[in-house]
Nanobody, 115 residues
Framework: QVQLVESGGALVQPGESLKLSCAAS????????MGWYRQAPGKQRELVAT???????NYAESVKGRFTVSRHDAENTVYLQMDSLKPEDTAVYYC?????????WGQGTQVTVSS
C-alpha cells in the first residue's frame, strides 16, 4: 500500500514563501505523476500543480509564476515551492501520486496566509 506524507504547511504572511514536501513509501515503482491539490473551506478540491515522470508540468492559472513543482524520482518525492503567497492561497494542500494508474492521496497539510 502506497502512503504519501506531506510536510511544510505553516502560517505565513502575504508575500512570504513556503515549501511543501511529499514523500511516498510502499511502492516498488516510480510514480507516473505526482502533484499537489488544495481545498479551501467551503470550496471543492482543485489542482495546483503536477509533474509527470517525463518532466511535463501543469499549473493552475492562479499559481503560474508564483509556484514551482519539482520531484526527486529516485525517492518518489515531490515538492511545491510557493512564493509571493496571497491570502487566497489559504487551504489544505494535498499530495497526489499516480502509481501504475492507482491514485493515492496524502492526509493534507494546512497553509494559512494571513497578516
Amino acid at each position: 500500500q502506497v502512503q504519501l506524507v506531506e510536510s511544510g504547511g505553516a502560517l505565513v504572511q502575504p508575500g512570504e514563501s513556503l515549501k511543501l514536501s511529499c514523500a511516498a513509501s510502499g511502492s516498488g515503482s516510480r510514480a507516473l505523476s505526482m502533484g499537489w491539490y488544495r481545498q479551501a473551506p467551503g470550496k471543492q478540491r482543485e489542482l495546483v500543480a503536477t509533474v509527470t515522470n517525463t518532466g511535463a508540468l501543469n499549473y493552475a492559472e492562479s499559481v503560474k509564476g508564483r509556484f514551482t513543482v519539482s520531484r526527486h524520482d529516485a525517492e518518489n518525492t515531490v515538492y511545491l515551492q510557493m512564493d509571493s503567497l496571497k491570502p487566497e492561497d489559504t487551504a489544505v494542500y494535498y499530495c497526489n501520486g499516480n502509481f501504475n494508474w492507482h491514485f493515492y492521496w496524502g492526509q493534507g497539510t494546512q497553509v494559512t496566509v494571513s497578516s
